[in-house]
């Protein structure tokens, strides 16, 4: 088992930052891919970012220019930095890992973070 434990959210300002972090702990392997999710309000589950082993990275439109994932490999622990934030922004923020478990690709999901972007 996997486990990912998300923080960091909270209320800010339009056009302001706020850092996520999300720590894994479990059964860790290789390869992975790992990322973030966002869920507003009545609408669906959307990718914000997602990150193979290797380091390639895929950021939503939405989100490019403005948003920065990184990796602390050696403590397992996940960032994204969140810059320019906009009130569309706001949501609920999960991390996610996939990786191989007992031959098939398994997904793992942080508990989510609440990110209100509001004057």
């Known amino acids: 088992q996997v486990q990912l434990v998300e923080s960091g959210g909270g209320l800010v300002q339009p056009g302001g930052s706020l850092k996520l972090s999300c720590a894994a702990s479990g059964t860790i392997a290789n390869p992975y891919t790992t990322g973030w999710f966002r869920q507003a309000p009545g609408k669906q589950r959307e990718l914000v970012v997602s990150i193979t082993y290797s380091g390639s990275a895929n950021y939503a439109d939405s989100v490019k220019g403005r948003f920065t994932l990184s990796r602390d490999n050696a403590n397992n622990t996940m960032y994204l930095q969140m810059n320019s934030l906009k009130p569309e922004d706001t949501a609920v923020y999960y991390c996610?890992?996939?990786?191989?478990?007992?031959?098939?690709?398994?997904?793992?999901w942080g508990q989510g973070t609440q990110v209100t972007v509001s004057s």
């Open positions: 996610y890992r996939r990786q191989i478990v007992r031959g098939s690709w398994t997904d793992y």
